[in-house]
C-alpha cells in the first residue's frame, strides 16, 4: 500500500456562526479502501508483505455490511493477495448473496466462513484455531483495530490539521480516536462520537493511545447500525445542501452529533472543529436495501 501522491482536500463547512466547521475528505483516500480502513491497513498490510510470505493471505473478521470487510476484500483484490473473512451469522451462509457488501467482497475474490453470533464472540478461540490452520496468515481482528492500525492513523494528521482546536471521529473498535489522540498535538481536544453503545471503550482507547486527551460523546442513536428517520433526514440534507455523502452508521451519526454539540453551545466561540470523514459509503447500498424492506424512505447516494 503506498502514501497518497496528493494531500486529502479538507473542506469548509459553512455555518454562518463564530464558529467554523470543516471535513477532512479521509474518504477519497483510495475509491474502495476508504477512509481510516486505508490507514488501519497499511502498516498491518505492508509489514506483512516485507515479510514475503510464500502464500500471502489476509484472513479478517466482520459483519454482513461491515465497512472493513469489504475494504479487506477490495486491498486483496488490488493486490491479488488471497482473502478470508469469518463472517458473524451462520444464517447468512445460504442468503449471503441477498446482502450487497458480501456480493461485492465476493466479486473482490475473498472467501466466507460464516459461524455463529455465539462463536463469533469468543475471537480469541477462533483467532487460535485459525493460526493453527493458516500459519502463514495475516490474521487482522475485527474492524482492523491494533497497534499497528493505531500508528497508520498518523497519517491523517498532517501540518494543516495542526490548526484545529477539535478534532472529530466516529468511534467502532476505537483504534482511529486513539490514533487521532495519540499523535494529535497537545493544545488539541479529541472528540470521539461513539456509534456502538459499548462502556468498555474508553479503558480500550486510553489503552491504545496512551493519552487522556480525548473526550466521547455518545452519538448510536439508538443503537449500532439502527438508523433514525431523522438520521436519514439529516443525511440527504446534509448531501443536497454541501454535496458529500455521509454513511448512516458512523459519518452520518457523528456530524449530526457535531451539529447538535454546535447548536447546543457545546464549542467555545470562534473555536476550528475538523471532523474525519471515514468513508463507509459502501453502506449505503445495504442500508437502502434494508429500508425497502420496511417501506422507509431512501437514502442518497
Ligand atoms: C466509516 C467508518 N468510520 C469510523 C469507523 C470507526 O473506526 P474504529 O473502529 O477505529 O473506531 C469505522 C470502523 O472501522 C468505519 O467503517
Known amino acids: 500500500m503506498n502514501l497518497p501522491e ?3 482536500p479538507i473542506v469548509e463547512i459553512p455555518l454562518n456562526k463564530n464558529i467554523r466547521l470543516f471535513i477532512k475528505r479521509e474518504d477519497l483516500v483510495h475509491p474502495e479502501i476508504s477512509g481510516n480502513k486505508y490507514w488501519k491497513l497499511f502498516y498491518n498490510v505492508n509489514n506483512y508483505l516485507d515479510r514475503k510470505p510464500s502464500h500471502p493471505l ?3 473478521f466482520g459483519g454482513a455490511f461491515s465497512n472493513h470487510i469489504s475494504a479487506v476484500s477490495a486491498l486483496g483484490k488490488s493486490l491479488g493477495i488471497k482473502t478470508l473473512g469469518i463472517i458473524r451469522g451462520d444464517e447468512l451462509s ?5 446482502n450487497a457488501t458480501l456480493t461485492h467482497a465476493h466479486e473482490n475474490e475473498m472467501e466466507f466462513r460464516f459461524v455463529t453470533r455465539t462463536a463469533y464472540r469468543d475471537k480469541e478461540y477462533l483467532t487460535q484455531i485459525l493460526e493453527k490452520e493458516f500459519p502463514e496468515a495475516l490474521i487482522i481482528p475485527e474492524g482492523g483495530t491494533n497497534e499497528s492500525a493505531v500508528k497508520g492513523v498518523k497519517h491523517m494528521l498532517d501540518d494543516r490539521t495542526k490548526s484545529f482546536d477539535y478534532l472529530c471521529t466516529a468511534v467502532g473498535t476505537g483504534g482511529t480516536v486513539a490514533g487521532i489522540s495519540r499523535f494529535s498535538e497537545v493544545n488539541q481536544k479529541v472528540l470521539g462520537f461513539k ?4 462502556s468498555s471503550l474508553a479503558k480500550r482507547i486510553l489503552e491504545l493511545s496512551g493519552r487522556e486527551n480525548f473526550q466521547l460523546i455518545d452519538a448510536h442513536f439508538g443503537g449500532y447500525g439502527k438508523i433514525t428517520d ?3 433526514r439529516f443525511i440527504n440534507w446534509f448531501s443536497n445542501e454541501f454535496g458529500i455523502p455521509l454513511d448512516p452508521i458512523y459519518t ?3 456530524l449530526q452529533k457535531v451539529f447538535e454539540l454546535i447548536d447546543e453551545g457545546f464549542f467555545p466561540e470562534h473555536s476550528k472543529i475538523l471532523a474525519f470523514h471515514t468513508g463507509g459509503l459502501q453502506g ?3 442500508a437502502n436495501e434494508m429500508l425497502s424492506k420496511q417501506n422507509r424512505n431512501f437514502l442518497i447516494n
Open 284 to 286: 449505503i447500498k445495504g
Open 230 to 232: 431523522e438520521n436519514i
Open 94 to 98: 445460504d442468503k449471503w448473496r441477498e
Open 195 to 198: 456509534v456502538v453503545a459499548d
Open 6 to 8: 496528493t494531500l486529502i
Open 252 to 254: 452520518g451519526k457523528m
Open 58 to 60: 489476509i484472513i479478517t
